[in-house]
Structure formats: C-alpha cells, structure tokens
C-alpha cells in the first residue's frame, strides 16, 4: 500500500482514516491539520459547549491504534498533482492517495471591531465566555448558527438582538412561508428582521442605514465558505468547493475531496451539490476509501439530511426542496409547526421537514425522491 495523506481535522478526516483502517488499509497514513486539536466534533460547539455542559468533543480517534502520524498546527498551502506532493507549513509531503477534507471557513462582515464567529472549539470556548448575563449580544444573521447561538445566549442571561437581512430567521433556507411559522420561537430575541449590517466597530455594530447599535458581543452567522483557497493554481476543478464526481474523485490522479469542502456531482439533482451537513461529511468517508482503494467505487448520492436544535426544539430537514415545489404544512392543534412537505410538479417528494419527530427521519429518507402521495401516508401522522 502506498501513502495516503489526509488534510483536514474535521469529521470527514477522521471517518476517513478509521474507514481506511477498516477496509485493512495497512500503509503510512499522515494526517495535516491546522488546528491543533485532534479530530473533534463541531454540531456540539453550538449546543452542550456553548451551554457549558461539555469542555471538548473530541472525536474516536486513537492515534496508536490507527497507526497515523497527526500533524497538528500545519496548514496546507499548495498542491502539485502532478508530482503528487503537497506543501504544508510544515514542510512537504508526497502521496500516493491525498483526502481534502478541509471543511470551511465563516464569512465575516466587514469593519475592523471584534466580530466573533462559531466554527473551531476555541471559538466555541470564548464565545462562552463572553456569554454573560446582562452582556449585550448582538448576532448578526437569524441562520442555522444564529438561531442556535441566540438560544443559549438568551439562556444565559445575554440581552440579545439579532440582525436579519432577510424577512424572517431562515426564510432563504425554508422559504418564507415555512420560516414564518419559527418567528413566535425568537418571542426573547429582539430580532429585527430586514437589517443590513455595514460594519463591526470597536464599540458594537453600524447598520446600513448608519444606525449605530451598542454591543459588548458580537457574533456573525452568515454562513461559511468552503476553505479551498490553498488549492489555487493546483489545477483541481474548483467551484465554490472542490468539484469531485459521485465517488468523491476529483480530476486528479489519486486526490479525492469530500465533507464540507466538496462539492459533489449528484445524478439526483444533475448539477454539484454542495452540503454543508455532518450527516454527509461522515457518511461521504465510505466512498472516498473506495474510490482510492478500489477501481470503480459505487457511487455515493443520498438525499441530503441535517438537525438544528433551536429554542428548545429540533428541527430535521430532508432532501433539498426547489423554489418552485408545492408546500404542505401541517400544524399541531395548538398551532405551532409540526412539519412539512415540499412536493415537486411531478408529484416527488422532494423535502421533509420535522419539528420534534425524530421517529419519522427514517421513513422520510426513504419518501424522499418518490412520488409524494404514496410515500407520505407513513410521515403525516
Ligand atoms: P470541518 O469539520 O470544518 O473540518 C475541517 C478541518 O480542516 C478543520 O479542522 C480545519 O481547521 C482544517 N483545515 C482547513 N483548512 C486547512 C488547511 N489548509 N490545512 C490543514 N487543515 C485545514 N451540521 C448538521 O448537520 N447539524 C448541526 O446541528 C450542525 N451544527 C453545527 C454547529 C456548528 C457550530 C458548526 C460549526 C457546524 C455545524 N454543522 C452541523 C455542520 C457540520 O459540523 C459540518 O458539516 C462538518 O463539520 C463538516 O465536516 P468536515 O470534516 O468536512 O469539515
């Protein structure tokens, strides 16, 4: 076997390399990360870290028992696919199988006052720090992110104000007519929806229209960019993430790309799709072992699956619903969102989404992708 060289130290990195070991991989394994954590888990940072019910969340990763050499604190910064090497700070590496597992990167909004963002355990850690009672938070962006944040913040004890772009707290994620139904959730946020933010200062943030707005925190949670912008000039196809095929293959001879850096091909949908979810980052692993293990890997394109825990509720979303899908929205009988169907003109099933029912996730991954009135009696009740 040859040397696989693994760049990232995320959840796709680590079920990459324990998914090698397990298919009896038994060559040189070295794995580059930038932070100098081992592996670890990110949906905690903004759930039990930031609730201060856990201090890390490190992933299974036995150093040892996987046989891997860990560089921590090295970034990748270039790579000849050619010559099949990679530049690090650490020095060069070369490779016989290269994964690019590199995550992303938070978008920050401009201004050169302190603007924190939610990605790494550290960030996750200060954060928690700032969130005292009394502190005025400001968050900008009503995201996945923002919603999360604000939760606990407000459970702490912050004063919260978050600032949307946009009509309603995901309202480009869910569509406005399903967002709508969340807004009675943020009743302990002053939310102010359709603000734009110009700028953090040192003293709180600047609104568009030159308003200024006092904070002690502020967080930004406009989502996030795949971090590929090492990969210039490497020749890899690169879209907004690393183009790879339904096998997780990028043009490159050996070099495979998944988790939230890639952005794979889905006969599914017929364009590249890229996910931003753990569910996939994990699951993608089995794919990316193949395609450097095996000659023709299966392919790999599932209805995409995420959760959001949120004011007390959890939301599960599957599929990945289009602009112009018909919404079916059922209520409880006290009126608040229960959850929801996102049909297709040709009558598929192309998204479901769930507040609090995480017995139906797994008859809502096989609905999904089918026609919507024979598959939906099992979800609607
Ligand atoms: P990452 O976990 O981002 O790991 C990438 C790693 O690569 C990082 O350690 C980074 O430092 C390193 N790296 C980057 N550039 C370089 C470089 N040049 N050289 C070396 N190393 C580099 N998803 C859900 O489905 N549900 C949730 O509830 C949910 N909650 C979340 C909450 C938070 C706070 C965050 C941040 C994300 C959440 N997600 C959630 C998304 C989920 O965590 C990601 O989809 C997942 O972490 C992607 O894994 P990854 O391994 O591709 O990338």
């Given at each position: 076997?040859?040397t696989?060289?693994v760049?990232?130290?995320?959840?796709?990195?680590?079920?990459?390399?324990?998914t090698?070991?397990?298919k009896?991989?038994?060559?040189?394994?070295?794995?580059?990360?930038a932070?100098?954590?081992?592996?670890?888990?990110?949906p905690?940072?903004s759930?039990?870290?930031?609730?201060?019910?856990r201090?890390?969340?490190?992933?299974p990763?036995?150093?040892?028992?996987?046989g891997?050499?860990?560089h921590t604190?090295?970034?990748?910064t270039?790579?000849?696919?050619?010559?099949?090497?990679?530049?690090?700070?650490?020095?060069?590496?070369?490779?016989?199988?290269?994964?690019?597992?590199?995550?992303?990167?938070?978008?920050?909004?401009?201004?050169?006052?302190?603007?924190?963002?939610?990605?790494?355990?550290?960030d996750?850690?200060?954060?928690?720090?700032?969130?005292?009672?009394?502190?005025?938070?400001?968050?900008?962006?009503?995201s996945w992110?923002?919603?999360?944040?604000?939760?606990?913040?407000?459970?702490?004890?912050?004063?919260?104000?978050?600032?949307?772009a946009?009509?309603?707290?995901?309202?480009?994620a869910?569509g406005?007519?399903?967002?709508?139904?969340?807004?009675?959730?943020?009743?302990?946020i002053?939310?102010?929806?359709?603000?734009?933010?110009?700028?953090?200062?040192?003293?709180?943030?600047?609104?568009?229209?030159g308003?200024?707005l006092?904070?002690?925190?502020?967080?930004?949670?406009?989502?996030v960019?795949?971090a590929?912008?090492?990969?210039?000039?490497?020749?890899?196809?690169?879209?907004r993430?690393?183009?790879t095929?339904?096998?997780?293959r990028?043009?490159?001879?050996?070099?495979?790309?998944?988790?939230?850096?890639?952005?794979?091909?889905?006969?599914?949908?017929?364009?590249?799709?890229?996910?931003?979810?753990?569910?996939?980052?994990?699951?993608?692993?089995?794919?990316?072992?193949?395609?450097?293990?095996?000659?023709?890997?299966?392919?790999?394109?599932?209805?995409?699956y995420f959760?959001?825990?949120q004011?007390?509720?959890k939301?599960q979303?599957?599929?990945?619903?289009g602009?112009?899908?018909?919404?079916?929205?059922?209520?409880?009988?006290?009126?608040?969102?229960?959850?929801v169907?996102?049909i297709?003109a040709?009558?598929?099933l192309?998204a479901w989404?769930?507040?609090?029912?995480?017995r139906?996730?797994v008859?809502?991954?096989?609905?999904?992708?089918?026609?919507?009135?024979?598959e939906?009696?099992a979800?609607?009740?």
């Amino acid at each position: 076997d040859g040397t696989v060289v693994v760049v990232g130290g995320g959840l796709a990195a680590a079920r990459t390399i324990s998914t090698l070991r397990r298919k009896k991989f038994t060559g040189p394994i070295e794995l580059i990360t930038a932070e100098e954590h081992l592996p670890y888990d990110r949906p905690p940072l903004s759930k039990d870290v930031l609730r201060g019910e856990r201090d890390q969340t490190a992933l299974p990763f036995d150093t040892e028992k996987l046989g891997v050499r860990v560089h921590t604190g090295t970034a990748a910064t270039g790579l000849d696919t050619e010559g099949r090497r990679l530049h690090t700070t650490g020095g060069e590496f070369t490779y016989d199988g290269l994964v690019l597992a590199t995550g992303a990167d938070p978008v920050r909004v401009p201004g050169d006052g302190p603007q924190l963002t939610l990605r790494t355990l550290d960030d996750a850690l200060a954060l928690r720090a700032r969130l005292q009672p009394g502190a005025r938070v400001v968050l900008i962006g009503a995201s996945w992110i923002g919603a999360e944040v604000a939760t606990v913040a407000a459970a702490r004890g912050a004063e919260v104000t978050c600032l949307e772009a946009g009509d309603v707290p995901l309202g480009v994620a869910l569509g406005t007519e399903v967002a709508r139904h969340l807004l009675p959730w943020w009743s302990d946020i002053d939310l102010r929806c359709g603000t734009s933010v110009a700028q953090v200062r040192r003293d709180g943030v600047e609104l568009a229209d030159g308003t200024a707005l006092p904070a002690d925190v502020v967080v930004t949670g406009i989502g996030v960019r795949p971090a590929v912008g090492w990969l210039a000039g490497s020749g890899l196809q690169i879209d907004r993430g690393v183009l790879t095929d339904e096998r997780c293959r990028t043009g490159a001879p050996g070099v495979v790309a998944l988790g939230d850096a890639a952005q794979r091909w889905s006969p599914r949908t017929g364009r590249h799709e890229l996910i931003e979810h753990w569910d996939d980052a994990g699951a993608a692993a089995a794919t990316a072992v193949a395609a450097l293990l095996t000659e023709d890997p299966p392919a790999f394109d599932p209805a995409p699956y995420f959760w959001s825990d949120q004011f007390g509720r959890k939301i599960q979303y599957v599929g990945r619903h289009g602009a112009g899908d018909t919404v079916s929205i059922q209520t409880t009988d006290a009126g608040d969102l229960d959850s929801v169907q996102w049909i297709d003109a040709a009558g598929t099933l192309t998204a479901w989404l769930g507040v609090d029912r995480p017995r139906d996730v797994v008859a809502a991954r096989t609905a999904v992708g089918l026609p919507a009135e024979t598959e939906t009696a099992a979800l609607s009740n």
